[in-house]
């Protein structure tokens, strides 16, 4: 439930995340005048937007981050919820290590490791075709992923491409799955017994 194991990625596969990660990377060197200014819970930096999070870095370390914001006045905030989530599962391969959550002004903030493409991105750089031993590889760490949140007790329920994301580095063929913000338990914590569905 909780293996390590990460299949070796082809040689265009492996080009293209390194050089995924590495443009990443290197575009985070610009966040020293966009928004930095602003530091959350004394420790992260703001830097630039990525997809529905920012890029940030820690202030002493230079450490660069993903940051996940939200107003804390939204109708259905997921981002505490989803810091408790992911304290549950750390230390699970395939699992970001969050590295602070709290809050910051109107602000609910999660700050989690900085990942690679998405599966999706893959995809679409491959021509949305994988080979089979691509499919079998990347199947096999994705249900791994999935046994290890149930056997926490919890359903992800939005289970899609742009949830699992490749690592960065010496990582990069090791798959992460990420945002638990919908997920939710099935099995009594205590008890071990399936909880009642409710609409």
């Known amino acids: 439930?909780?293996?390590?194991?990460?299949?070796?990625?082809?040689?265009?596969?492996?080009?293209?995340?390194?050089?995924?990660?590495?443009r990443r990377i290197a575009s985070c060197r610009f966040i020293d005048w966009v928004l930095m200014d602003r530091v959350l819970g004394g420790k992260y930096k703001i830097g630039k937007r990525i997809g529905s999070g920012s890029f940030g870095a820690h202030v002493e370390t230079s450490e660069i981050v993903a940051i996940k914001m939200e107003n804390r006045k939204t109708n259905q905030p997921q981002l505490l919820?989803?810091?408790?989530?992911?304290?549950?599962?750390?230390?699970?391969?395939?699992i970001p290590r969050m590295k602070w959550c709290g809050t910051d002004g109107d602000n609910n903030v999660l700050v989690i490791e900085l990942l690679g493409p998405s599966l999706e991105d893959l995809f679409f750089f491959c021509g949305k075709k994988f080979s089979l031993k691509t499919v079998l590889m990347l199947a096999d760490q994705m249900l791994t992923r999935i046994e290890y949140l149930h056997s926490k007790g919890f359903l992800h329920r939005d289970i899609k491409p742009d949830n699992f994301l490749?690592?960065?580095?010496?990582?990069?063929?090791?798959?992460?799955?990420?945002?638990?913000?919908?997920?939710?338990?099935?099995?009594?914590?205590i008890t071990n017994k399936h909880i009642p569905y409710r609409c």
């Open 1 to 22: 439930q909780n293996s390590s194991f990460a299949f070796p990625l082809s040689a265009k596969l492996k080009s293209f995340v390194v050089s995924f990660s590495e």
């Open 81 to 94: 919820y989803e810091s408790k989530l992911y304290n549950i599962l750390q230390g699970g391969s395939g």
């Open 166 to 189: 490749m690592g960065l580095g010496k990582k990069a063929n090791q798959v992460y799955m990420i945002d638990f913000g919908l997920a939710k338990a099935y099995r009594d914590p």
